[in-house]
């Protein structure tokens, strides 16, 4: 059975937890762990085809945010949240505090995230 | 004149704050502002070209990370604090002090982003 890679809690990068984070399907993913426990990949209610969700599970896992673990044929997810607090301290808790306060149906996010800015040709700099 | 459009600070999103701040350069530029206040573009001391740049600060400004203002021929940058804290408490706080704490020197942090990780065929679902 193929060994999946987790990154080492002194190797897990800030601004690899801020990317993996930055995605609602990947917010809702970790928010339904934290309040439901280990998970399997089957339990997220989730409206992605099932290549995408593997994307994005291992977008999650390879950042540190996620570990996974083989158990007969279902791989179980959890949030490494010990180590995420260790390394990044408030991080974690306050993200997920912003997100269930304000994704009410995260349906709605994922569709503003998926429209597109208006386009203007602004320079800042 | 141009006017720089902001995103109101009820139509700042978490995902797109997140993904502002999910690179190396933004967060050096975030973290120079709120140590040293309003600041022209021209003070960031980053080694990448005039256009990277003022992508960047686009990307900042759209998410609703930073403030930009015209004064003469600069544009004027601050950090939107108030609104940021408001509308996802403690995030910026826990994001910065996690950045100050790892980032002893950030152009080791920008190589280790460029860096590819290693290849592989894993599959999490």
Known sequence: MKVLHHPNRDEIE???VLYALSDPIRLHIIS???SEGES????????I?????????RTLRESGVVFTRSHGTQRLITVREEDL???????LDAILRAYDATASDWTETVESVDSEPASDTEQEA
């Open 49 to 57: 085809a099932k290549s995408t969700l593997s994307h994005h599970l």
């Open 14 to 16: 800030l601004t690899s």
């Open 32 to 34: 339904q762990i934290r």
């Open 85 to 91: 607090n260790e390394r990044f301290p408030g991080i």
């Open 40 to 47: 399997p990949c089957n339990a997220f209610q989730v409206p």
